[in-house]
């Protein structure tokens, strides 16, 4: 059974720094497109970063470009966010999901197809 399990996420004050990690288990993820997104109560699903299955390209939303990075680390079957400089307004639940279909990623949340059960993150003095 293929599955997702993020961990990492907890509270930070802002300008502090967490990493997150999704590791799968049943299938390979340096195959697939990985994306991270995020839903804060009473907002949308919301995609912020992703990294293509293809070549390893990489995506973040504007709001935490030069603050998040994304990375594989195939050897332990895990993609990582590594956040920093985070804010408040980065609470939210973060969700990582698996594209087992296309080469490149993106923000579309109906084109991911496997998902973890989502970490929390909250962002607070």
């Known amino acids: 059974q293929e599955q997702l399990v993020e961990s990492g996420g907890g509270l930070v004050r802002p300008g502090g720094s967490l990493r997150l990690s999704c590791a799968a288990s049943?299938?390979?993820?340096?195959?697939?497109?990985i994306g991270w997104f995020r839903q804060a109560p009473g907002k949308e699903r919301e995609g912020v970063s992703c990294i293509g299955g293809y070549d390893g390209t990489t995506e973040f939303v504007d709001s935490v470009k030069g603050r998040f990075t994304i990375s594989r680390d195939n050897a332990k079957n895990t993609v990582h966010l590594q956040m920093n400089n985070l804010k408040p307004e980065d609470t939210a639940v973060y969700y990582c999901?698996?594209?087992?279909?296309?080469?490149?990623?993106?923000?579309?949340?109906?084109?991911?197809?496997?998902w973890g059960q989502g970490t929390q993150v909250t962002v607070s003095s």
């Open positions: 049943g299938f390979t993820l340096d195959r697939y497109s």
């Open positions: 999901a698996a594209d087992h279909w296309r080469d490149f990623c993106s923000f579309h949340v109906y084109e991911y197809d496997t």
